[in-house]
């Protein structure tokens, strides 16, 4: 119950943000698997900033759902920053957000591909002044790996958002 608890305030904390601003968040989800969304759902009140999610799990629902180039998958991978700005502009776009949050990675078992390995995920968060893509490494087994990462997308926006103020 902990760590689902860590997680409301994570998602709290980023929608108070939201709010104060008068700005609204799309999420674009692959290796978080709505987890991103989820924590967000939690929170009373969202509905005021937060638009939909989008689960895109697999390439070619990324390219249909979020309008990610093919030839961006062919040429960076699945997993890539460039790949996570592509559905972070993309959900932003669909769902008339002032901002995209995106997440995609290895949460594992597997061996992932010759630029990030288990573990590894990119974020991207697109807004119409403000962009911003990195990758982070996360220790421990699939669930771990998703939690963290949820938590870090919404560290990072919140990050952005304090920045661009």
Not at 12 to 37: D, I, K, P
Not at 50 to 76: C, E, P
Not at 139 to 144: K, L, N, P, T, V
């Amino acid at each position: 119950m902990e760590a689902w608890q860590d997680h409301v305030v994570g998602a709290a904390s980023l929608a108070a943000q939201l709010s104060s601003r008068r700005e609204t968040l799309a999420v674009a989800e692959s290796c978080t698997g709505g987890w991103v969304s989820l924590g967000l759902s939690l929170v009373p009140g969202v509905s005021g900033v937060f638009r939909g999610g989008v689960v895109a799990y697999a390439a070619d629902m990324k390219i249909r759902q979020l309008g990610v180039d093919a030839s961006l998958l062919s040429r960076h991978g699945v997993v890539s920053v460039a790949v996570a700005m592509a559905m972070a502009s993309g959900v932003c776009l669909r769902c008339g957000s002032d901002w995209g949050l995106a997440t995609t990675g290895y949460a594992g078992p597997g061996s992932g591909d010759e630029h990030f390995g288990v573990g590894w995920v990119c974020f991207a968060v697109y807004g119409r002044r403000e962009q911003r893509a990195w990758a982070r490494r996360f220790e421990g087994d699939r669930i771990q790996v998703m939690a963290g990462a949820a938590m870090e997308a919404w560290r990072g926006l919140r990050e952005v958002l304090e920045k661009s103020t």
